[in-house]
């Protein structure tokens, strides 16, 4: 269960950065999608990055319904909350986005909680 669990996190964290990278290079393309170019849709979803990331999503999809199949729901999906800490990384080191006393405490408590689940599981 923990490997499937890690595919999961793997993939959850690395496709919102992956869609990131593509919408920061598809700006232009974006706003035509805002004001209603239907076809831009298509040109921003074969970005390399956007594909991929929405691939990782799939996987990710994919592997909890399986996850979902044979655990208790209640103690698999608090479990996915270490994703909000990897997230935190990423965000920090790939996208220089900053991090606060108050995101810290909160990954930390994050962190506890999910170590407790796992011990009391």
């Not at 290079?25 to 209603?36: A, D, L, P, Q, Y």
């Not at 979902?68 to 729901?73: A, F, G, I, M």
Request: charged fraction near 5%; avoid cysteine.
């Amino acid at each position: 269960m923990f490997v499937m669990i890690f595919i999961i996190v793997l993939t959850g964290v690395g496709g919102p950065p992956l869609i990131k990278l593509g919408a920061m290079r598809e700006t232009n393309r974006i706003n035509s999608i805002m004001s209603g170019d239907i076809l831009s849709v298509f040109y921003v979803l074969i970005n390399p990055y956007i594909f991929l990331g929405l691939v990782l999503y799939f996987v990710s999809a994919v592997t909890w319904i399986v996850i979902l199949s044979k655990y208790q729901l209640s103690f698999v999906s608090p479990l996915l909350s270490v994703n909000y800490i990897f997230s935190l990384i990423v965000g920090y080191y790939l996208f220089q986005e900053p991090v606060n006393m108050a995101r810290i405490i909160g990954a930390v408590i994050i962190t506890i909680g999910v170590v407790i689940m796992t011990l009391k599981g």
